[in-house]
Every structure is written in structure tokens, then in C-alpha cells.
């Protein structure tokens, strides 16, 4: 069946920009997850979604990033006024019950 | 707070030979823990996956991973490396649910001819 999908599968864009990146989860699958995986810091959690809800957004590296997540399905992180330190890959999971997560290809992003 | 350690940041092996790669982790209660491959440009595919029961677990390519408790390791292994196993390896320990995957840093594998 089909897997995660995420686009774009690059983004450029220039600094102060914002950008948009799109995560289509496994069919029925609830849980949601985003991740970013940068060569300075690894593979780092950013935030969960069960269902449209994210009970904790901690993990978001600051207030320009946001998420949501609608009918249950589609997710968008959206990232404001984009640093060159957002540049990074960024990867999304979903999971049917909360234990397993399956990634999707990811979106490398690059700002200039 | 959890962590997980990949003490190997790169591994050569010749093809044929037996692959082991190291994971230690710290985790407050009884961790799942998973191992991923990721290939250059591609996301991270699913190798193998422990939650409970037997210690041994088996996964996809001939991949197999030990988990213990003892130890807080769950090493993986495989007997016989092929060239197109060369990748990065990721060892990941979570709770599930709201509680996202923590990750080693990653093993880079090579495979010599």
C-alpha cells in the first residue's frame, strides 16, 4: 500500500521567506509525528499529532515554527521568517496505534 | 532523560563478513526500540522493531537485533553483509504515543569488495 508522502521533496527559499511543507500519513493512521534531521543536530522529535490534536508543541524549535493537522489526514509544518539554520531535512511519521512510525522520503530544506 | 548511543560513527566490513553494530540506551521505563536504515537521499525504512517478549528479534534483510536489559543495549547483527547493505544505521528508543523516538547519532556502514 501506499506509504507516507511529503512535499515538496526540496524547497529552496531565501532567508526571511516562509515556507510551507506538506505530509500525507499512511491511510488510517492517527498518530502524526515530525522530525528534522540536521548534520549539526541529528535526528531531533519536533511534535505529535493524535488525531488533529497536539497536546504538547515543546519539541518546536521556536515560535516561527508551527503545525497543524486537519481531518485527521494531512499535516503542514509551516515555518515563518525562514534562518539559515531552519535548512535541514525535515521527515514526517505516522503510526496506527502510537508504537511503530513509518517515515516518509522527507523534504530538504534550504534557505539562502 | 532518554539517549541513545551509537558508540561506532563509522564501520567498514568486507562483503561476507558478520556485521555487528552497537546501541546502548538510557530510558526511564520499558522502552520500544527500533532500528532504522537510512540511504543517502531516501528516508528512513523500518529494519526491526522491540516492544516485549523474546529478546531476539528478526527483521527485514536478515537483519536481527538482541535486546539487554542488563546491559541497556540492543546491539544489531547480521551474518552476512551484502554491498547494497551500506547505509546509515539508526538505533531509536520511545515510549509510543505522544512520546516521539529518540535517536542515536547513526552508524555509517561500508561495505569493501
Same mark, same amino acid.
Given at each position: 500500500?501506499?506509504?507516507?508522502? &511529503?512535499?515538496?521533496?526540496? +524547497?529552496?527559499?531565501? +532567508?526571511?521567506?516562509?515556507?510551507?511543507?506538506?505530509?500525507?500519513?499512511?491511510?488510517?493512521?492517527? $498518530?502524526?509525528?515530525?522530525y528534522? &534531521?540536521?548534520?549539526?543536530?541529528? %535526528?531531533?522529535?519536533?511534535?505529535?499529532?493524535?488525531?488533529?490534536?497536539? !497536546?504538547?508543541?515543546?519539541?518546536? !524549535?521556536?515560535? *516561527?515554527?508551527? $503545525?497543524? *493537522?486537519?481531518?485527521?489526514?494531512?499535516?503542514?509544518?509551516?515555518? &515563518? *521568517?525562514? &534562518?539559515?539554520?531552519?535548512?535541514?531535512?525535515y521527515l514526517c $511519521?505516522?503510526?496506527? +496505534?502510537?508504537?511503530?512510525?513509518?517515515f516518509? !522520503?522527507g523534504? *530538504? %530544506?534550504?534557505?539562502? | 532523560?532518554?539517549?541513545?548511543?551509537?558508540?561506532?560513527?563509522?564501520?567498514?566490513?568486507? @562483503?561476507?563478513?558478520? /556485521? @555487528?553494530? #552497537?546501541?546502548?540506551?538510557?530510558?526511564?521505563?520499558?522502552?520500544?526500540?527500533?532500528?532504522?536504515?537510512?540511504?543517502?537521499?531516501?528516508? /528512513?525504512?523500518?529494519?526491526?522493531?522491540?516492544?516485549?517478549? =523474546?529478546?531476539?528479534?528478526?527483521?527485514?534483510?536478515?537483519?536481527?537485533?538482541?535486546?539487554?536489559?542488563?546491559?541497556?543495549?540492543?546491539? /544489531? #547483527?547480521?551474518?552476512?553483509?551484502?554491498?547494497?547493505?551500506?547505509?546509515?544505521?539508526?538505533?531509536?528508543?520511545?515510549?509510543?504515543?505522544? =512520546?516521539?523516538?529518540?535517536?542515536?547519532?547513526?552508524?555509517?556502514?561500508?561495505?569493501?569488495?
Amino acid at each position: 500500500g501506499a506509504g507516507v508522502s &511529503q512535499s515538496p521533496s526540496n +524547497k529552496v527559499t531565501e +532567508k526571511g521567506k516562509d515556507v510551507e511543507l506538506r505530509c500525507d500519513p499512511i491511510s488510517g493512521h492517527t $498518530a502524526l509525528y515530525w522530525y528534522r &534531521q540536521s548534520l549539526g543536530q541529528g %535526528l531531533e522529535f519536533l511534535i505529535y499529532f493524535q488525531g488533529n490534536s497536539a !497536546p504538547d508543541k515543546s519539541g518546536l !524549535p521556536s515560535d *516561527r515554527f508551527s $503545525a497543524e *493537522r486537519t481531518g485527521g489526514s494531512v499535516s503542514t509544518l509551516t515555518i &515563518q *521568517r525562514t &534562518q539559515q539554520e531552519d535548512s535541514a531535512v525535515y521527515l514526517c $511519521a505516522s503510526s496506527l +496505534k502510537g508504537d511503530t512510525q513509518y517515515f516518509g !522520503p522527507g523534504t *530538504r %530544506l534550504t534557505v539562502l | 532523560a532518554q539517549s541513545v548511543t551509537q558508540p561506532d560513527i563509522h564501520i567498514t566490513v568486507s @562483503e561476507g563478513a558478520s /556485521l @555487528e553494530l #552497537r546501541c546502548n540506551y538510557s530510558y526511564g521505563a520499558t522502552p520500544y526500540l527500533f532500528w532504522y536504515v537510512q540511504s543517502p537521499g531516501q528516508g /528512513l525504512q523500518l529494519l526491526l522493531k522491540y516492544f516485549s517478549g =523474546d529478546t531476539l528479534v528478526q527483521g527485514i534483510k536478515g537483519f536481527e537485533a538482541e535486546f539487554k536489559r542488563s546491559q541497556s543495549s540492543f546491539n /544489531l #547483527r547480521k551474518p552476512s553483509v551484502h554491498w547494497s547493505d551500506a547505509a546509515e544505521y539508526f538505533c531509536a528508543v520511545g515510549g509510543g504515543g505522544a =512520546d516521539g523516538l529518540t535517536f542515536g547519532k547513526g552508524t555509517h556502514l561500508i561495505i569493501q569488495p
